[in-house]
């Protein structure tokens, strides 16, 4: 048999073990990894990775919607307030893909500090077909 002395990890001190544990995950993952883009993807209409998922809390006035937006790349907004603006460039539509012409009525995210699908647009069509399809269900 081996006698060799074997090293242990240290037991955390802190009583929450899941903060030690992130520590040591934090230290093990390349910094390029746990970065996070600048630009949401999904929230520039790249489909690759799915539509998010969005759901119409409550329409506060004609120009003001509460959203929960739900996106693997962009994060989760469970009461996020977006504003009907006209586009200062064209785009697509967060969730249905199709191209926004410039100058075109959106709705998009007002919040701050800045979430990270600010730049998500949704045309007001697509709305309306996310408020039938709730209804109906």
Same mark, same amino acid.
């Given at each position: 048999?081996?006698?060799?002395?074997?090293?242990t990890?240290? &037991?955390?001190t802190?009583?929450?073990?899941?903060?030690? #544990?992130?520590?040591?995950?934090?230290?093990?993952?390349?910094?390029?990894v746990?970065?996070?883009?600048?630009?949401?993807?999904? %929230?520039?209409? &790249? &489909?690759?990775?799915? %539509?998010?998922?969005?759901?119409?809390?409550?329409?506060?006035? #004609?120009?003001?919607?509460?959203?929960?937006?739900s996106?693997?790349?962009?994060?989760h907004?469970?009461? &996020? *307030?977006?504003?009907?603006?006209? *586009?200062?460039?064209?785009?697509?539509?967060?969730?249905?893909?199709?191209?926004?012409?410039?100058?075109? #009525?959106?709705?998009?995210?007002?919040?701050?500090?800045?979430?990270?699908?600010?730049?998500?647009m949704?045309? %007001?069509?697509?709305l #309306?077909?996310?408020?039938?399809?709730q209804?109906?269900?």
């Open positions: 048999m081996n006698n060799e002395a074997v090293e990890p240290a &037991q955390p802190s009583p929450c073990r899941w903060t030690h #544990a992130r520590g040591a995950l934090d230290e093990l993952t390349p910094d390029h746990t970065s996070r883009p600048e630009r949401c993807p999904v %929230a520039h209409g &790249q &489909q690759e990775h799915g %539509a998010p998922i969005v759901r119409v809390i409550e329409w506060v006035d #004609a120009d003001t919607v509460i959203l929960s937006w996106d693997a790349l962009c994060g907004y469970g009461e &996020q *307030t977006w504003k009907k603006t006209r *586009t200062k460039r064209a785009g697509r539509c967060a969730v249905s893909g199709r191209w926004i012409a410039r100058g075109e #009525a959106v709705y998009r995210p007002r919040a701050r500090p800045r979430p990270r699908n600010a730049d998500a949704i045309t %007001a069509g697509v #309306a077909i996310l408020v039938r399809g209804i109906a269900a």
